[in-house]
């Protein structure tokens, strides 16, 4: 509008805004956490950038590329173990963002090594293994209440929550004794001849029954 009143006609003026702001990555990590983060198939993924939007996003697990997919990370099929999970997010003007953090993949529960399945005893020692994040919770000893065929149900968890329940079958057995003689009444000559000897001697057999059992 000039002195006299005049108005002008509107003009159209484009701007352009550069975008220098990077994309922002979150991922998740659990309360007072400090150590590597425990992934057994997925991992949430979250980026944000509000000026030109998200170009491209992807993410490697010890060097080796996974994939990326509806907001989470895939580690399903990566060898289980600690490694670094490197995300990089690139926005629509080419802005580039990185975030590392330190995971460790652990998708199997404790295994039960080799158990005796004959024993003479009233228990069973009980053996666990995990390579990965170790035992947590399971039990060492096994408890046999009858003889023959003794069906367990054992149960062990890791420290990053696999569970496994394994069930064998123990069978108990009598112990197996050799027979005592047991002397008593008679005499013996003092020689080593044996028709020197002299008199009569009864004995006692004692001998412990024993649960034979054989796999067909």
Known sequence: RDRAGNVSAPVLITARVDDVTAPSISLPRPPRST????????????????????????????????????????VSTVREGTGSLVVRAIDGAGNANEVTMK????????KLRALSTNVYGGSVALSWHDSVSGVKSA???????????????LTAVDAHGNRVTV??????????????????????????????INGSLAFICHCAPWYAHTDD
């Open 103 to 110: 995971i460790v993949v652990d998708r199997t529960a404790p």
């Open 139 to 153: 039990p060492r000893r096994a408890t046999l209440p009858r003889f023959g065929a003794n069906e367990l149900a």
């Open 35 to 74: 150590g590597p983060i425990a992934v057994r198939g997925s991992i949430k993924l979250t980026t944000l950038d509000d000026a030109s939007g998200i170009a491209s996003i992807t993410a490697t697990f010890r060097g080796r590329a996974v994939r990326v997919a509806g907001g989470s990370i895939d």
């Open 167 to 196: 069930r064998r079958t123990v069978y108990r057995h009598l112990s197996l004794a050799r027979p005592e003689l047991n002397r008593v009444s008679g005499a013996i000559a003092p020689s080593t001849s044996r028709s020197a």
